[in-house]
């Protein structure tokens, strides 16, 4: 069976969700259509790069995702089609495709030439240009029908921290707030562990507060399981599954979280000090 994902930042009031799932039965009804998330900001390109990032590998190789974030049409912007890491992405050149596969290079890279002639009127683009093309390619459609093969596309920089050598200081930002209010910074795994090995100790710095140990996972920070509501509202710094360092409040949500009791915001920096 083939799959498409939706991607988008059209929320799940408005018609344009439903649309697309329409559109995708009406063209073949044994697509399998799967929501990764319609809960984007408007327009918000780094958080899209996070969440799809982070979700699309674990979906089967030759998945098709139809990313619908910034991608209302106009004539001069074009719509690609990407081909990475064995699956299809369907996204406006905005700049979105560099930030997810800022470290993985294309296979195969098309300008989706459906309904882009001059006289061919496009409404919404996600059901007349993304949905089409998602469905061929899912009847086993070759990309060169429906797109033209270009070198290149619109680049935007993954924000990435940076090695203060001078401070011994790895200086980095906050990139993403999830659900439950963690704060997800673009400091890696392997950047802190390639410099930490040359020191015997680190601290996080954020605002004015710090903390000096990093565990594995959420439920780490708990000792004693018998006594495991004693630790709600512990704060703890983690490597989450994406091997990004996070900010967390054990149990915590939007309303109590690390974004609340921190008070830090997207774009603000963290620090970690080598000692």
């Given at each position: 069976?083939?799959?498409?994902?939706?991607?988008s930042?059209?929320?799940?009031?408005?018609y344009?969700v439903s649309?697309?799932?329409g559109k995708?039965l009406?063209?073949?009804?044994?697509?399998?259509?799967?929501?990764?998330?319609?809960d984007?900001?408007?327009?918000?390109?780094?958080q899209?790069?996070?969440i799809?990032r982070?979700?699309?590998q674990?979906?089967?190789?030759?998945?098709?995702?139809?990313?619908?974030v910034?991608?209302?049409?106009?004539?001069?912007?074009?719509?690609?089609l990407?081909?990475a890491d064995?699956?299809?992405?369907?996204?406006?050149?905005?700049?979105?495709?560099s930030?997810i596969f800022?470290d993985?290079?294309?296979?195969?890279?098309?300008?989706?030439?459906?309904?882009?002639?001059?006289d061919?009127?496009v409404?919404?683009?996600?059901?007349d240009?993304f949905?089409?093309a998602?469905?061929?390619?899912?009847?086993?459609g070759?990309?060169e029908?429906?797109?033209?093969?270009?070198d290149?596309?619109?680049?935007?920089?993954?924000?990435k921290?940076?090695?203060?050598?001078s401070?011994?200081m790895?200086?980095?930002?906050?990139m993403?707030i999830?659900?439950?209010?963690?704060?997800?910074?673009?400091?890696?795994?392997?950047?802190f562990e390639?410099?930490a090995?040359?020191?015997?100790?680190?601290t996080i710095?954020?605002r004015?507060?710090?903390?000096s140990?990093?565990?594995s996972?959420?439920t780490?920070?708990?000792?004693?399981w018998?006594r495991?509501?004693?630790?709600h509202?512990?704060?703890?710094a983690?490597?989450n599954?994406?091997?990004?360092?996070?900010?967390?409040?054990?149990?915590g949500?939007?309303?109590?979280?690390a974004?609340?009791?921190?008070?830090?915001?997207?774009?603000?920096?963290i620090y970690?000090?080598f000692?």
């Amino acid at each position: 069976m083939s799959i498409i994902t939706l991607t988008s930042d059209f929320g799940n009031l408005d018609y344009r969700v439903s649309a697309m799932k329409g559109k995708i039965l009406s063209l073949n009804p044994e697509v399998k259509s799967i929501d990764i998330t319609h809960d984007i900001q408007a327009y918000n390109l780094i958080q899209t790069s996070y969440i799809v990032r982070n979700a699309y590998q674990y979906f089967p190789k030759g998945t098709i995702h139809i990313l619908s974030v910034d991608s209302f049409f106009h004539k001069s912007r074009k719509n690609i089609l990407y081909k990475a890491d064995g699956h299809y992405f369907l996204a406006a050149d905005n700049g979105l495709l560099s930030l997810i596969f800022f470290d993985i290079k294309p296979e195969a890279i098309y300008e989706i030439t459906l309904n882009n002639r001059f006289d061919d009127i496009v409404n919404f683009t996600s059901t007349d240009v993304f949905v089409p093309a998602a469905v061929h390619l899912a009847n086993g459609g070759l990309p060169e029908v429906i797109g033209r093969k270009i070198d290149s596309v619109k680049q935007l920089l993954f924000p990435k921290p940076v090695y203060n050598e001078s401070e011994k200081m790895i200086i980095g930002e906050v990139m993403y707030i999830d659900n439950f209010g963690n704060i997800i910074s673009n400091i890696n795994k392997d950047l802190f562990e390639s410099l930490a090995k040359s020191f015997e100790n680190f601290t996080i710095k954020f605002r004015n507060l710090s903390l000096s140990k990093i565990y594995s996972s959420h439920t780490e920070v708990v000792v004693d399981w018998e006594r495991e509501t004693e630790y709600h509202g512990q704060s703890a710094a983690i490597f989450n599954d994406g091997d990004q360092l996070e900010l967390t409040i054990y149990k915590g949500s939007k309303k109590n979280g690390a974004k609340t009791l921190f008070g830090l915001n997207v774009g603000e920096n963290i620090y970690i000090e080598f000692f």
